[in-house]
């Protein structure tokens, strides 16, 4: 994780609880880290366990955000903007996503489009209008990662269509595979449309975590799960543009 000093800020939607508090919490114990951390989170005043480290952080900042709600992203963009300023924003961490355990003979059209649309609409729908900052950051340098601009999108590893087959399909929750599947393709598009603007673009699977969404019977600890995606995000590079990797830098095929 060392290569974190090296990312002026980053942002990390969905900050209040699961992985992205876990990140938040981990970023701020350690001495290499962003020069600003930002968390979003959708009602701050609940968000009790962030709103205690932002009271001992003052390199971290709490800024409201539903990402289904266009105006909530224009505000957060305002704010955001407000804080870094002339140097941009150097990270975007796409975190915020549900989870819906429908399998075939449950699932719903209304399942389908709500998972569809936190998991890998609002991902799209945040980064476009964070782009400005985003490039107002990559202008700065050279290079690729998050020393200069990067988008890094939570995925899973149950949006591979390849490895949704045999052994791999005894889960099937139709609205969060396909939700993740999208949200793939998202990066894959990103990496190639923001490639001449220096900005990297990659998803990222961080393992099935104990966490509220992931639960008791999952494999990864926190820790090893959050030290394994800071580590990859600290040292992404130009090969990473348009990856999928897991949190031990393993590329995951699509």
Known sequence: MSGLHKCGSMMITGGSRGIGLHLVETLMKSSSRPRMVIATARDRSRAKELNRLAESHPDLHIV???VTNKDDIEAAFKEVESLVGDKGLNCLVNNAGILLRSTLNEVTAEEMMKNFEVN?????????????LLRKAAKQGTGMGIHRAAIVNVSSVLGSIQLSWGEN?????????????A????TRCLSSDLLDDGILCMSLSPGWVKTDMGGPQAVLTKEESINGILKVISNLSEKDNGGFLSHTGETLPW
């Open 169 to 181: 399909t005894q889960v099937k929750w139709y609205p969060y595979h396909v939700s993740k599947t």
């Open 120 to 132: 890998a609409v609002s991902p799209l729908m945040v980064t476009k209008a964070f782009l400005p």
């Open 64 to 66: 409201t955000l539903d």
């Open 183 to 186: 949200l793939n393709m998202v």
